[in-house]
């Protein structure tokens, strides 16, 4: 602080320092006498609380925030294995539908093929059967026209063989 000394030319009293010097100590002295010190205590420990209130509430958030984040760490990992179970599960089915489809397609061939033979089958016989038929009604005219020709039995005897022969032929 400034030394109040006195000034060469006359007393103290009329120097103006002097009289600011007691202006500011009278007005510090009103300060402390009024409580003002108390005051800006009071309001800094109140702004002190307040900022510990703050930080307080700063830290639960984080820790709250830290929560949160591990939660949806959490859950997108176990999305993250339920999409890979869903994935497993698809091409297992997509597997076994392509094994149970060509086992399908195969019984399905196989019956088509057996019921092609069974046709093949039935229309030998039929062809068969109507050869036979045609052979039978050609027996019948040609014995038929041996009979209204008027034959030696001679002939009648070659004929027949001939045609019996045929019919072996057309059978066999």
């Given at each position: 602080m400034m030394l109040i000394q006195a000034s060469a030319s006359g007393p103290l009293h009329t120097d103006p320092t002097f009289w600011v010097a007691i202006c500011v100590l009278a007005f510090l002295g009103f300060l402390l006498f009024k409580g003002?010190?108390?005051?800006?205590?009071?309001?800094?420990?109140?702004?002190?609380a307040k900022i510990s209130e703050e930080l307080a509430e700063a830290r639960r958030l984080r820790e709250e925030a830290q929560a949160l984040l591990a939660s949806y760490k959490r859950k997108q990992k176990e999305a993250e294995d339920l999409a890979e179970d869903i994935v497993k599960q698809a091409r297992h089915d997509a597997e076994l539908m392509a094994v149970?489809?060509?086992?399908?397609?195969?019984?399905?061939?196989?019956?088509?093929?057996?019921?092609?033979?069974?046709?093949?089958?039935?229309?030998?016989?039929?062809?068969?059967?109507?050869?036979?038929?045609?052979?039978?009604?050609?027996?019948?005219?040609?014995?038929?026209?041996?009979?209204?020709?008027?034959?030696?039995?001679?002939?009648?005897a070659s004929l027949i063989k001939d045609g019996i022969a045929q019919m072996g032929k057309v059978l066999g």
């Amino acid at each position: 602080m400034m030394l109040i000394q006195a000034s060469a030319s006359g007393p103290l009293h009329t120097d103006p320092t002097f009289w600011v010097a007691i202006c500011v100590l009278a007005f510090l002295g009103f300060l402390l006498f009024k409580g003002v010190h108390k005051l800006i205590g009071a309001a800094l420990d109140e702004r002190s609380a307040k900022i510990s209130e703050e930080l307080a509430e700063a830290r639960r958030l984080r820790e709250e925030a830290q929560a949160l984040l591990a939660s949806y760490k959490r859950k997108q990992k176990e999305a993250e294995d339920l999409a890979e179970d869903i994935v497993k599960q698809a091409r297992h089915d997509a597997e076994l539908m392509a094994v149970n489809a060509r086992k399908d397609m195969a019984e399905r061939l196989e019956r088509r093929t057996a019921m092609a033979e069974a046709k093949i089958k039935s229309a030998e016989v039929q062809a068969l059967n109507e050869v036979r038929a045609k052979a039978a009604d050609l027996s019948l005219d040609a014995a038929e026209a041996l009979l209204r020709k008027d034959l030696k039995s001679a002939q009648h005897a070659s004929l027949i063989k001939d045609g019996i022969a045929q019919m072996g032929k057309v059978l066999g």
